[in-house]
Nanobody, 127 residues
């Protein structure tokens, strides 16, 4: 059974960093693109970043470019989201998800394209 589990969220001050982890089980990361999304209270879920199943393509939302980095460890089936210089507007529940239809060299950050979702991890940026 395909499952995703996020971890690593927490409360940090503006300017600090966090690294989120997304542990995949039931499938290998070389099969599906993985995306990170977030949802703040009262707002739509938005795409943050993604990495293709081939690992060679990554994409980022404009709001996080230069601050967030997505990476993966195929041997441990884990995708990471390194978040630096965090801002209060980054506060949200962060989710990882798998896109089972994406071709090897592509990924996007459109929530409706993703089929399997984790339970989310809370990130709060506040002084």
């Amino acid at each position: 059974q395909l499952q995703l589990a996020e971890s690593g969220g927490g409360l940090v001050q503006p300017g600090e960093s966090l690294r989120l982890s997304c542990a995949a089980s039931g499938f290998g990361l070389t099969y599906y693109a993985i995306g990170w999304f977030r949802q703040a209270p009262g707002k739509e879920r938005e795409g943050v970043s993604c990495i293709s199943s081939g690992g060679g393509t990554t994409n980022y939302a404009d709001s996080v470019k230069g601050r967030f980095t997505i990476s993966r460890d195929v041997t441990s089936s884990t995708v990471y989201l390194q978040m630096n210089n965090l801002k209060p507007e980054d506060t949200a529940v962060y989710y990882c998800a798998a896109d089972v239809l994406a071709v090897e060299a592509m990924c996007d950050v459109i929530p409706k394209d993703y089929t399997y979702w984790g339970q989310g991890t809370q990130v709060t940026v506040s002084s």
